[in-house]
């Protein structure tokens, strides 16, 4: 009895260490949001630069690493159903939580899924994972890129994904990804990279606080606004599980069930398929009607708001 009541005691430490972290870098975040604000008017007004609008934000700086390989995004878009399924929900610890009485996030006419992250953010670099595999058995991704949290913070060099540049296309859902800032160290932060929209942050600050979320988490990067139906605030998975690994061996990582990296990613995968779900009507029915996906919507959090 001691010995379990020690071993929940150090599990909450390493969620209240991990989830500071995640305020500390939202903190970092919207330092450079401001500042980056005051930089983008200078350059304007001094003609030194033309900014491309692409999936709704603004670009200003180049971002990513890399593109992610033909054998990456293979990996990532052909997980079995089986797999699925053997790997469930019971290694998920936290989920997206339902928000009650929203208007409905929507892009042309279908339900949207709102990403904001930051490439130099490791629980972003881990959340963005399950979040693609999630979002790939509605769609397609192209452009995909590959990068890695920041060297100097913590979980360094957490290998991932990135959406900044890349093109979402589904018959079901419309999706945008943000990444404000790339990993490269610029005075006391980080490079910015992509602006969120007004629309964008107006909502971000609105339901990335109480009562859509707890306070612990309130302000956390990644924030994920599945249809103005479901919110996420913060990682559903330990960064630390990809440590030392590249993209592509995370990929492979994949195709074994029993690996602790495919349980963490597959699980939250399949808890924001449950959420995706729920905003398609259950559609497409080969991916919703499945047991697994039912049991993972037991796993949402319960309605806030």
Known sequence: ???????????????????AAQRRAEQRRRLLLALGAVVLVVVIVGGLITIRLVGGGKKTATGATGMASSGLMTALSSIPDSTFST????DVKTAPSAINDQ??????????VLYIGAEFCPFCAGERWPVTVALMRFGTFSNLGT????????????PTLSFHGATYTSQYLSFTGIETTTNEPQGNGYKPLDTPSAADQAAEQ??????????????????????NKFIGSGATIDPELLAGKTQDEVGEALKDPSNPITKAVIGSANVYTAAICKLTNNQPAKVCSTDTVTQAASKLGAAKG
Request: net charge positive; charged share 20%; glycine share 6%.
């Open 87 to 90: 790997v469930g929900t019971s």
């Open 103 to 112: 208007p409905p996030l929507t892009a042309d006419g279908k339900p949207r």
């Open 206 to 227: 609105k339901y990335n606080a109480p009562p859509y979320v707890d306070q612990e988490s309130a302000g956390s990067i990644p924030f994920i606004d599945l249809g």
């Open 1 to 19: 009895m001691a010995r379990r009541v020690e071993q929940k005691a150090a599990a909450r430490e390493r969620i209240a260490a991990q989830q």
């Open 147 to 158: 990068t890695h949290s920041a060297a100097a913070d913590v979980h360094p060099n957490t």
